[in-house]
Nanobody
Framework: VQLQASGGGLVQAGSSLRLSCAAS????????MGWFRQAPGKERDFVAS????????LYADSVKGRFTISRDNVENMVYLQMSNLKPEDTAVYYC???????????????????WGQGTLVTVSS
């Protein structure tokens, strides 16, 4: 499956932004999907994950209550709605697919086997 993230940009602190991840090549309806981010000079960190049916979600503590992951299995899309953005949210955001163990969310990047190109989110103070 090929993944392409989009929707990044430059915003002010306190703003909202919605990232999209378009999947192609295969349906993602049975996959766990996740969002990760990598700030300059730092390792890639987990942001959010959602099971195939969206019955379960998982968030990093740093974004809990501000970010919402969702999916549309008909459109083969995954979204990350981000609100109350902070300068520390500045990073390249990546979407990823976990093609096995689709019933379980995961915060570990090693559990995801398909990755898209990232989209840059810059939050100014």
């Amino acid at each position: 499956v090929q993944l392409q993230a989009s929707g990044g940009g430059l915003v002010q602190a306190g703003s909202s932004l919605r990232l999209s991840c378009a999947a192609s090549g295969r349906t993602i309806r049975t996959y766990v999907m996740g969002w990760f981010r990598q700030a300059p000079g730092k390792e890639r960190d987990f942001v959010a994950s959602v099971t195939w049916s969206a019955s379960s979600t998982l968030y990093a503590d740093s974004v809990k209550g501000r970010f919402t992951i969702s999916r549309d299995n008909v459109e083969n899309m995954v979204y990350l709605q981000m609100s109350n953005l902070k300068p520390e949210d500045t990073a390249v955001y990546y979407c990823a697919a976990r093609t096995t163990n689709y019933g379980y969310t995961s915060p570990f990047s090693s559990d995801y086997d398909s990755w898209g190109q990232g989209t840059l989110v810059t939050v100014s103070s």
